[in-house]
């Protein structure tokens, strides 16, 4: 059973950054597509980036240029480094493959 744990989550200041990691159980991550996706309170579900099986990443053009979705094989982890955070970025993130999903990370950018 393929099972995803998202930390890395919290509360930084406008034009920060964090690092969120995704870490997979159960199958290996380069084999897999993984998704992070955000839930802003009272917003829809939004796609933001994706890394394919061979590694190629692509994103939702509101986070191009300041977000980045890597992975470490060995660890089996995946991540989503965010830069140059503002309040529209607040949302609980959380990683997806298939009918998979997270608990999810709460990301707040607040001063």
């Known amino acids: 059973e393929v099972q995803l744990v998202e930390s890395g989550g919290g509360l930084v200041q406008p034009g920060g950054s964090l690092r969120l990691s995704c870490l997979v159980s159960?199958?290996?991550?380069?084999?897999?597509?993984i998704n992070w996706v955000r839930q802003a309170p009272g917003k829809e579900r939004e796609w933001v980036a994706t890394?394919?099986?061979?590694?190629?990443?692509t994103y939702a053009d509101s986070v191009k240029g300041r977000f980045t979705i890597s992975r470490a094989i060995a660890k089996n982890v995946v991540y989503l480094q965010m830069n140059s955070l503002t309040a529209v970025d607040t949302a609980l993130y959380y990683c997806?493959?298939?009918?998979?999903r997270g608990q999810g990370t709460q990301v707040t950018v607040s001063s």
């Open positions: 997806t493959s298939g009918d998979q």
């Open positions: 159960g199958f290996s991550v380069s084999y897999m597509v």
């Open positions: 890394i394919d099986s061979v590694g190629s990443p």
